[in-house]
């Protein structure tokens, strides 16, 4: 048993780690200002004599009273619609929240997982992309606050590993999806599926020809704690390396949903990246890991998830 802090606990990701580590009878610390999490994806977990949440902004410095074994930074906006309207905030989370998160790992001599993201690699000019890869990222464009902020947060891990010795892993985490995604999240998955559900036209950015690939959240809690179990401190993709086009995913939806929506087309946002394809070649070899649930299967529980938010 050990006893866990995650950082952003509350969110979408955090919550399903928070469920994952009390389900192996691990305590787990939930840290989270909720400016982007929610008391609802924790509420089940409330009553457990395990579980304890902590109101705080990691921008400031994180004080935990006893033993801490793992600190996991998973705080952040995530979504454009997020980070569009909090970039500042997006920037001292990645920056300063990432600091602190490794401050408490350092005194608490704890692993310390961060979780970067697939959006490092920028507008990527190469597919599949791999760790070596170093990325096209504009760093004065609208997405670079979280861009950079997660390269930033990479650079200050591997610096507390090489300078303090600190026990690191980096995870980055290509598109995940799953219950208790926000209605509102802004990215394809739940605005397609909330479209198709209400009726209403599915807005596909473009021609729709950009390309993203889908791991369902199950698959990706596993590679996260196949990955702390390991001994790599080198960044590592989670994702799912099958990638589809964006109007060929509005039209999976359609079929999954019974929806008769209209696609309609809008203009493509700046920087908005062109394709999206993991390469999970490390994960394979060094974690044994590779995403196992099917699309059709994962969107099924997520469009069910969808439908019970909606009818209550």
Not at 3 to 10: H, Y
Not at 36 to 45: D, L, P, W, Y
Not at 151 to 159: D, G, N, P, V, Y
Not at 298 to 311: A, H, P, V
Request: aromatic residues 10%; neutral net charge; hydrophobic residues 40%.
């Amino acid at each position: 048993m050990a006893r866990v802090l995650i950082t952003g606990g509350a969110g979408f990701i955090g919550s399903h780690l928070c469920e994952s580590f009390l389900g192996r009878g691990d305590e787990v610390v939930c840290v989270d200002n909720f400016s982007t999490g929610s008391r609802e994806n924790v509420a089940s977990f409330l009553s457990h004599q395990k579980f304890t949440v902590i109101g705080h902004d990691v921008t400031r410095f994180i004080h935990v009273d006893g033993a801490v074994d793992m600190v996991l930074h998973f705080a952040s906006p995530a979504s454009p619609v997020d980070y569009l309207e909090l970039p500042i905030p997006t920037l001292k989370v990645g920056s300063l929240g990432t600091h602190n998160a490794l401050g408490l790992a350092k005194a608490k001599k704890a692993l310390f997982l961060l979780a970067s993201t697939s959006e490092v690699y920028g507008d990527p000019l190469i597919k599949p992309q791999r760790e070596d890869y170093w990325g096209n990222v504009n760093p004065i464009g609208p997405r670079g606050v979280y861009d950079e902020a997660k390269r930033f947060a990479e650079a200050m891990t591997m610096a507390y590993h090489y300078y303090h010795g600190l026990d690191s892993r980096i995870a980055r985490i290509f598109n995940t999806y799953g219950p208790r995604m926000r209605m509102k999240d802004g990215r394809v998955v739940p605005n397609f599926i909330a479209q198709a559900l209400k009726g209403e036209a599915l807005t596909v950015y473009g021609k729709g020809t950009q390309t993203r690939s889908f791991v369902y959240i199950d698959d990706l809690i596993r590679g996260l704690h196949r990955l702390l179990e390991s001994d790599y401190h080198l960044p590592v993709n989670l994702g799912n390396p099958h990638e589809m086009t964006i109007l060929d995913f509005a039209h999976k939806i359609l079929e999954l949903t019974g929806s008769q929506s209209p696609i309609v087309f809008r203009p493509l946002p700046q920087d908005d990246p062109q394709v999206r394809q993991p390469d999970i070649s490390k994960a394979r070899e060094m974690l044994g890991w590779e995403p196992q649930i099917p699309l059709e299967e994962g969107l099924s529980k997520t469009i069910q998830y969808f439908k019970e938010r909606l009818q209550r």
